[in-house]
């Protein structure tokens, strides 16, 4: 066995260095197979992007760019690719569009990783989280962007075959991904996971995940069959359904020169034909197999190749254009920074000074209001105990007109009351019906003038029964008429006539007044009574 892999790759060395010089559809076999829409589709992506150019509209030219570098990319030119993706970057940093530079550098990881060149690769993958991360912290745009980012990442370490940070970055993918709005991206988680299981030895496992996804590549994403069926394959080899295998294989090989798609991948192709081959026991052809990876190898990956040898030399001079730039940007910002010092330096010492100067005016303005509404309140208060006072020495003067008047009354009903008292005992020869008469008379008089007097206080004193009752709510109409005269400041015995009771009953209504007031023997019912 060992002997028949020298052989076989001998074999491939030679017949790689003898057609360097063919076409690459002349090497493989599949003259007859190109992609017939190549060129109007190339021609329809620049077209797009040189409208995109006269508008001057930065977003459509990285969108047309990156579509032009995967037309490249697709057919395995990564010199045409990497060209047009460095130029979109470019335009994607001045314009600072975050979309475009996540996207594009997610690109040129991809391109480093094909050529083995794993630490460049991942630094471009970072630069492209990085600027997903600024896009969900300042856009508010949802993690799942993300997904697409961590698939990238899990095929790039698939290639690579490592197969732990395969799966951590499998798992980074599924946690963020939205499968309702992604299901083509879903579909293409669902084969890396299939992968995996394959090299996890889990063969059955990755058939079911490989006829899951299957439908949903077949029918949206056509060209991806190169890498699905591919993998698919290899599956099928380990569990011995070689002629499916063979037959996926040859099926992938058909689509990628059809749609110019994927076609990195047609060395592996052969190489696993090879290994079909092999396994059956047909040395023959597991030996056209690796010839033709050879030359597809050489013509794809080999920096000699016209195709790429170039390619390394470019990325040296972009790299070493941008670094002249940013040391330039550097001089210039420098410069700018000494020639401006001093007015910097002025300038800040102003806008100090403007500062607190405008903080002493404030200070001044805010100690002047304080002063002026203080003034205005003292102010107000004087005047408003001005007008009470007023309104008190009104209220005053006209309860003493009322008590003036009052007493008038009783000294009336005291002339009356002597009146009658003479006549009674002096048995004046006046009718006795008479007597009696002017004596009711008298009496409703007397009532009248009571309410006439109860009229004119209440007008005098609007706010006493209302205070009174508010606080004292069980006062009686009787208790009503003492406090009022109470309130003119009348005597007990001027209370008693005004009445018509005798003193001890004043005294007596009295009593039962400060029970109810709920008052000490100390305290004056008097000075209590005119506070209301």
Known sequence: MLRVLIILLWISFFNSTIASSQNLEEKVGFTDSTNPYSDSLYSANLSGYEAAVSQNDTNKQIQWLLKIAHFYGSQANYKASYDNLWKGLLIAEQANNLEGISTINLRIGRHYGFYGRKKEALKYFQRSIDAQMTRIKENSQSPSILAENYHNICSFYRDF?????????????????????????????????????????????????????????NEQLK????????????????????????????????????????????????????????????????????????????DFFDSRSERNKSLLEIQDEQRKYIEEQEAEIQLIRFEEMENTGKILFFQRALLICGILLLGLFAFYYVKYLTKKYRLEKEL??????????????????????????????????????????????????????????????????????????????????????????????NLTASDDKLCALIKLKLSSKEISMLLGLSNESVHTKRSRLRTKLGLDRHVNLTEFIGKF
């Open 161 to 217: 075959d490592d197969l732990p940070m395969q799966k951590q970055s499998l798992d980074s993918s599924k946690k963020y991904i939205d499968k309702e709005r992604s299901e083509i991206l879903n579909a293409m988680l669902i084969m890396e996971e299939a992968v995996i299981l394959t090299k996890d030895k889990e063969f059955t496992k990755s058939k079911a995940l490989f006829k899951q996804a299957y439908p949903i590549i």
């Open 223 to 298: 060209s991806y069959l190169v890498l699905f069926e591919f993998y698919e394959a290899v599956n099928l080899r380990h569990l011995k359904e070689t002629k499916k295998a063979e037959s996926k294989l040859k099926n992938a090989l058909r689509i990628g020169y059809k749609y110019n798609a994927h076609l990195d991948f047609i060395p592996k192709i052969y190489k696993e034909l090879s290994n079909i081959y092999l396994q059956r026991g047909e040395p023959e052809k597991a030996i056209e197999m690796l010839n033709k990876m050879a030359n597809v190898n050489f």
């Open 380 to 473: 107000a208060k004087k005047k408003q105990e001005m007008e009470f006072e007023k309104v008190q020495e009104v209220i005053e003067l006209k309860n003493k007109e009322l008590a003036t008047s009052t007493l008038k009354l009783i000294e009336k009903d005291e002339i009356v009351e002597e009146f009658g008292i003479v006549l009674k005992s002096k048995k004046w020869a006046a009718e006795p019906r008479f007597l009696k008469n002017f004596i009711r008379n008298w009496d409703l008089n007397r009532n009248r003038n009571w309410e006439e007097f109860q009229t004119r206080f209440t007008s005098i004193n609007s706010s006493f029964y209302k205070r009174l009752h508010s606080s004292y709510p």
